[in-house]
């Protein structure tokens, strides 16, 4: 079983900076791509950035010069920091992860429960 836990969400005025946070734990023997999604109530979800296990990043655009995403993977983590935030951007972010159980295992995807941004003065 596999579990992807984020965090660093909250509360910031327009400009302002918040990095989240996504550890992947179980039974992990590798994660390929790992990525972070956002919602609001009645819209479709979007993808803001991915980023795959050899360091190749894609960013929405309407993000791009102002999140960066990158991974550490020894400790199975997935970072976003967001900078320059605007009120546009407030949504639950999840994350998402490929994970592989064993060696020559095949991936599945895995989502956080989410996380709460909120851009407002």
């Known amino acids: 079983q596999v579990q992807l836990v984020e965090s660093g969400g909250g509360l910031v005025q327009p400009g302002g900076s918040l990095r989240l946070s996504c550890a992947a734990s179980g039974s992990i023997f590798s994660i390929n791509a790992m990525g972070w999604y956002r919602q609001v109530p009645g819209n479709s979800r979007e993808r803001v950035a991915v980023?795959?296990?050899?360091?190749?990043?894609i960013y929405a655009d309407s993000v791009k010069g102002r999140f960066t995403i990158s991974r550490d993977n020894g400790k199975n983590t997935v970072y976003l920091q967001m900078n320059s935030l605007k009120p546009e951007d407030t949504a639950v972010y999840h994350c998402?992860?490929?994970?592989?159980?064993?060696?020559?295992?095949?991936?599945?995807?895995?989502w956080g429960q989410g996380t709460q941004v909120t851009v407002s003065s």
């Open positions: 980023i795959t296990s050899s360091g190749s990043t």
């Open positions: 998402n992860a490929d994970v592989a159980a064993y060696r020559y295992g095949s991936f599945d995807s895995y």
